[in-house]
């Protein structure tokens, strides 16, 4: 893929780090669907972080680390039950292989002053903690993160001995960790330096203060008029967002920010 660097390209890029101690960050992402994630990481902010060197994103094929002629990522359960389960030889084997890459680069690399710091190995999994936005923020300290996408009825349990986590990104259930991955780039990568054209973007959202979400926003026309059901009806923008007063428009914003009902464990 556009993502994946090799050789001296990858090693250049290891070596970036900015005055504030800090370097771009690569994602591996195992999977057995690689061409689902084409269209969102060759759009928008993610696209940009790419062409930025501020992050860097490995897509990998489960079925290139099996051994049949067949590619098989999955089988039975033991003890009988609906569905299939992935199979931990090619998961485990996957793994070892990204670390491996991970620590040649690390080796190779130009760069003298600092020191790649370890990588986290996360499963996408309905029974991971709950992903949230201080949870996020930890994971913007490690240079490489290894996130592995369930898929079927789960993954045999032997793989939690070869990752760190497990991380749900809520409630419910999907047909796979792919969506989940998406998510960890995305909300990781607004908040590295430089991912945003605005810095105070991603530090005045909402959940960047834990439980408080971000204030009602605006933007032109100053009045917007609708039918609704043969009646007109007009809606106004707050008159202390025009005044141009700072501090009122601050005060104002501070008022209207929403308590958060969730709960941040």
Request: aromatic fraction near 10%.
């Amino acid at each position: 893929m556009v993502f994946c660097y090799k050789g001296a390209v990858a090693n250049a890029l290891l070596g970036l780090w900015s005055k504030d101690n800090y370097t771009f960050m690569t994602f591996h992402i195992i999977t057995i669907f690689p061409k689902i994630f084409d269209s969102y990481f060759n759009e928008s902010i993610l696209k940009r972080a790419v062409k930025n060197n501020l992050i860097n994103i490995k897509i990998y094929n489960l079925r290139d680390w099996t051994t049949d002629k067949h590619k098989t990522v999955d089988d039975s359960p033991f003890g009988g039950g609906a569905g299939m389960v992935m199979k931990i030889e090619p998961l485990c084997r996957a793994v070892e292989s990204i670390k491996h890459d991970v620590l040649r680069d690390e080796k190779n690399s130009q760069n003298t002053k600092y020191k790649i710091q370890n990588t986290k190995t996360i499963l996408l999994s309905a029974k991971g903690k709950t992903l949230n936005q201080q949870k996020v923020k930890k994971l913007t300290k490690y240079k490489n993160l290894i996130l592995i996408c369930g898929r079927y009825e789960g993954v045999d349990e032997r793989i939690t001995k070869f990752i760190d986590e497990e991380i749900s990104i809520g409630n419910y259930i999907l047909t796979g960790g792919e969506i989940g991955a998406m998510t960890i780039v995305d909300s990781i990568t607004r908040l590295l330096p430089g991912a945003l054209g605005n810095a105070d973007s991603a530090q005045f959202e909402s959940h960047s203060t834990p439980g408080i979400l971000e204030y009602p926003q605006y933007t032109r026309p100053e009045i917007f008029t609708a039918r609704l059901f043969q009646k007109r009806k007009s809606y106004r923008v707050p008159k202390v967002l025009l005044s141009g007063d700072h501090k009122k428009i601050a005060a104002w914003r501070k008022k209207h920010g929403t308590v958060a009902q969730c709960s941040f464990g």
